[in-house]
């Protein structure tokens, strides 16, 4: 599968963006999505991911409550909702999709075997 991730940008404190994540090539519904980000300098950190089969999500403690995840199976894509973005949310945003991680382990981005190329978003303050 292929992945194609759009939507990044340059915002102020306490904006909104929608990042995008386009699949291609493969049965969207067998994979789990996620997202992950990586600040420069910094581990590539989970974001959040969405359960192949229920669309059950989950995010991190850092953007809970401010992102949510969401996908359209008619477009073959996920969505990253970002609300009331912080400057610490700086990082490029990578999308990730795995056929066989398991869920104690969706965190892990080395279990992902699919990537997006990035899209940077930069939260000024």
């Known amino acids: 599968v292929q992945l194609q991730a759009s939507g990044g940008g340059l915002v102020q404190a306490g904006a909104s963006l929608r990042l995008a994540c386009a699949a291609s090539?493969?049965?969207?519904?067998?994979?789990?999505m996620a997202w992950f980000r990586q600040a420069p300098g910094k581990e590539r950190e989970f974001v959040g991911s969405?359960?192949?089969?229920?669309?059950?999500?989950r995010v991190s403690d850092s953007v809970k409550g401010r992102f949510t995840i969401s996908r359209d199976f008619a477009k073959n894509t996920v969505y990253l909702q970002m609300f009331s973005l912080k400057p610490e949310d700086t990082a490029v945003y990578y999308c990730?999709?795995?056929?066989?991680?398991?869920?104690?382990?969706?965190?892990?981005?080395?279990?992902?075997?699919?990537w997006g190329q990035g899209t940077q978003v930069t939260v000024s303050s």
């Open positions: 090539g493969g049965t969207f519904s067998r994979y789990r």
């Open positions: 990730a999709a795995s056929s066989s991680v398991i869920s104690s382990q969706m965190h892990v981005w080395s279990q992902y075997a699919y």
């Open positions: 969405m359960d192949r089969g229920s669309g059950v999500t």
